[in-house]
């Protein structure tokens, strides 16, 4: 093998040397984890000891902490017993071989191989040689049953690039970093999202309440039926077959408002060479609500449309109004969203019809403070899609750091 393939393409100025390639059996210590006996055992259950279960593999970040299973001293003699900071890999089960980094002493369940007794091996280079390798391991796992299995002997001759041990430790404290800037970024977004819930809570119930451009109060909101403010249609049938990449019509269809769309739709996704005379085509400002799905809840949510001359597909209720259509998809969505539930009928398919819609009870705020209303929420979204971009953008910068920083 030349030397060029055992040099990563992007590499810390200060490291020269060639990664050795060694079996990772070479390295250190590879063991699967166990199962002692059967939970009815308290000789080996009901201790202090946690153990990570086959399930911790659906949990998302870097470190592992365990499930609640707990097992004695006895029981942990059984099992296998990891310090912190250990690194562990998932070997069976729907998720195999994702790696993880033990956030306490542990046990690991069968499901897991564990890692020790390293020769110049840093446990979280480790953790991210497993990350970058992901695909590859699963390529290697053997089918057998209902999950996949990832075995000792799968591992143990994989033959790994690792550089000396500062390098790794730089890489890892870089990746690290990466890391880090990742969960501030997803605590920043939660956090902007657990406000929007509070605010709409604040504003929706009229506990918060917007004010005029000269400082007064805007007039008491109005409770009526949507009937006595809207009018109501329906779209037009149009199928997935009748999607097109290049088609010239844009088109919306149900299926789309569960996937695809929040309370506000400006860029459409879906085209179609469907003749536009046989369509039903949107105004600026319609609100649309699915006319089926498959629970109650689920059909209980509504789009403003802020285009004009968009297709609407078949299962759609249009609303038109002139009420303010992002402060009414907002309102229909957060405020009403029970009791539009609680309107559709059916069992395996629900169905939701212009003609109860009509019956809804809203409050309805002078349009001056709704489109105030609706200006706020739109720029809080704003503000959540612009640091789910920023999270997409560093995980891709991330992934494409992966590719490049290892042999």
């Known amino acids: 093998m030349s030397e060029n393939r055992n040099v990563p393409k992007l590499r810390f100025p200060e490291f020269k040397s060639v990664w050795d390639l060694p079996k990772l ?11 002692p006996r059967p939970k009815s055992d308290p000789l080996y259950y009901g201790g202090s000891i946690p153990r990570v279960l086959i399930e911790d593999v659906s949990r998302d970040g870097k470190y592992t902490t365990p499930k ?18 250990s690194v562990i890999l998932s070997c069976s089960g729907t998720r195999v071989a994702i790696p993880g980094i033990l956030a306490v002493d542990a046990c690991i369940h069968d499901g897991w191989l564990g890692f020790r007794e390293f ?37 143990r001759d994989l033959r790994l690039g690792f550089p000396s041990h500062p390098e790794q430790q730089k890489i890892a404290e870089f990746l690290t970093a990466v890391d880090r800037r990742i969960e501030l970024l997803q605590a920043k977004k939660e956090k902007l999202e657990a406000y929007k819930k509070g605010v709409m809570q604040q504003i ?25 403010v809207a009018k109501f249609s329906k779209g037009k049938g149009i199928s ?8 010239s019509q844009e088109c919306i269809r149900y299926g789309e408002l569960y996937t695809e769309y929040a309370e506000v739709i400006d860029v459409v996704i879906s085209r179609t060479e469907l003749d536009q005379s046989g369509l ?12 089926s799905g498959e629970t109650q809840l689920d059909i209980a949510r509504a789009s403003c ?21 992002v402060f009414l998809s907002f309102y229909l969505n957060h405020r009403r969203k029970h009791q539009i539930a609680k309107m559709a009928q059916g069992i395996s398919v629900v169905h939701l019809y212009n003609s109860q819609l009509q019956e809804l ?10 489109n105030k209303i609706a200006q706020f929420l739109t720029s809080l979204d704003g503000s959540i899609e612009n640091l789910n971009q920023q999270i997409t953008h560093t995980q891709t910068w991330k992934k494409g750091l992966l590719q490049k920083m290892f042999v």
């Open 68 to 85: 609640i299973d707990y097992l004695t001293e006895e029981g942990a003699k059984k099992s296998r017993l990891l310090p912190k900071g």
């Open 280 to 291: 039903v085509l949107s105004q600026a400002n319609d609100v649309i609500i699915p006319s």
């Open 361 to 370: 009870e809203i409050e309805i705020p002078f349009i001056d403070e709704q």
């Open 240 to 247: 997935k077959s009748d999607i097109s990449k290049d088609g």
């Open 305 to 325: 449309v802020l285009r004009s001359g968009i297709a609407l597909g078949g299962d759609l209720n249009i609303i038109r109004s002139t009420l303010n259509g």
């Open 25 to 35: 059996s070479e390295k250190m210590e590879i063991f699967r984890g166990a199962s």
């Open 119 to 155: 020769i110049e091996v840093e446990n979280e280079f480790l953790y991210y040689l497993f990350v970058k390798l992901h695909e590859r391991m699963q390529g290697e796992a053997t089918t057998g049953g209902v999950f996949n299995n990832l075995t000792t002997s799968i591992i």
């Open 204 to 228: 929706f119930t009229q506990k918060l309440r917007f004010k005029a451009d000269d400082g007064s109060d805007f007039p008491d909101w109005e409770e009526k039926k949507l009937g006595e």
